[in-house]
């Protein structure tokens, strides 16, 4: 029997402690890296979205369903704390530790290593993880396939961080996990629907355009998952409902690729609520063995951080001639890098969560 019992019909029966969130953020995380390796080793366009006319992308849908568990998440983390300075200090010891040692090793060492000075301005720019950060280093491989694009994968970690805020402030407000009071995530999360439509239309063509590195999108799919859970005693887990959303999405990326010239198209246009469900339906009726993976030790987001970064070292050496072998190098480095940001970053840095009152 799964975390859901046959008679838990709703997304509110999902047990906190056994489900399979954690495997789908690791299948994410190694998503990214599968899709980086094609473009930043030169192999290409990634396979999905070269397959679907730039439709939809592995990594972009990948990125997508991490806001959606974000936005559940950390909805259910301010109902459970409700407090907004422990609200806060939870995040920063989620985010920053890691964060801020990645920032070092790929602002200090890695620019040392290579040009033989430190770049501070990289680590200071980056520092903050709110107004942005920094992609690049000047120096620092330029010459691979994708002209110095260094860690670009963090560039959504400024965005969680405001959804983050956003999100505090609206549970401050008390509009979270308030009955009354649900409309107004709805607003905010059909405005942000809304933006990102009218962004997605405003740059005709299949090169991907700049709505697809938008805080628009991933803010639409973080409220959504904020949505999810603000409703999660209406929203029944059913296979048929299940089956529509898949085929929604399935019909979005065909319709996109025969009469939308429009780069993620038809598919970013209408796939936040059928993605949100059929990832929270997976979360819950996915087969048992699946909720024990990547939970306690939760290698994800060292996964993410690193990831680009390790295909950027390996491409710079030429010493891999096909995709294939990148990726296993890659997916050899990078896995042990995370479970070393886990066990020496991340999880003691959590173990302060409530030695601070508040």
């Known amino acids: 029997m799964n975390s859901v019992t046959k008679f838990s019909a709703t997304l509110a029966d999902l047990n906190p402690k056994s489900n399979s969130i954690g495997f789908i953020r690791l299948f994410c995380a190694l998503a990214v890296i599968v899709a980086h390796c094609q473009p930043y080793g030169g192999f290409g366009t990634e396979i999905l979205a070269r397959w679907s006319n730039n439709q939809i992308g592995l990594g972009r849908v990948a990125v997508d369903v991490f806001f959606i568990i974000s936005g559940f998440l950390i909805a259910m983390s301010w109902s459970n704390i409700n407090n907004l300075r422990r609200f806060v200090w939870h995040r920063f010891l989620r985010i920053y530790p890691a964060f801020w040692v990645c920032l070092v090793i790929t602002g200090i060492i890695l620019p040392w290593y290579v040009r033989g000075s430190p770049s501070i301005g990289y680590v200071a720019k ?6 942005g950060v920094q992609i690049d280093i000047s120096g620092v491989f330029d010459d691979n396939p994708c002209g110095g694009q260094l860690n670009s994968a963090l560039w959504t970690l400024p965005w969680e961080i405001r959804a983050y805020f956003f999100l505090a402030v609206l549970g401050a407000c008390g509009f979270i996990n308030t009955p ?16 990102f439509i009218v962004q997605i239309y405003s740059f005709p063509g299949i090169d991907t355009s700049p709505a697809i590195s938008s805080g628009w999108r991933l803010l639409s799919f973080f409220f959504i998952g904020a949505l999810f859970f603000e409703y999660r005693h209406q929203i029944h887990l059913k296979w048929g409902l ?19 010239n429009y780069s993620g198209g038809l598919f970013d246009s209408v796939s936040q609520i059928p993605l949100a469900y059929a990832v929270f339906y997976m979360a819950t009726r996915l087969p048992l063995v699946f909720n024990s ?7 994800s987001y060292g996964i993410y951080i690193y990831g680009t970064l390790v295909i950027n ?5 030429h010493f891999f001639a096909s995709y ?28 302060f969560k409530n030695r601070l009152r508040f």
């Open 313 to 317: 070292i390996l491409v710079s050496t």
């Open 126 to 131: 980056s520092f903050a993880c709110i107004t």
């Open 293 to 299: 993976i990547n939970t306690t030790t939760d290698i």
């Open 242 to 260: 299940f089956v529509a959303s898949i085929t929604i999405m399935i019909f979005a990326t065909i319709a996109g690729m025969l009469w939308l």
């Open 180 to 195: 009354s009071h649900k409309w107004v995530l709805v607003l905010i999360f059909l405005a942000t629907w809304i933006g």
């Open 324 to 351: 294939f072998m990148l990726l296993i190098a890659v997916l050899f480095i990078t896995i042990p890098v995370a479970y070393l940001s886990w066990y020496w970053i991340e999880a003691p840095s959590l173990s």
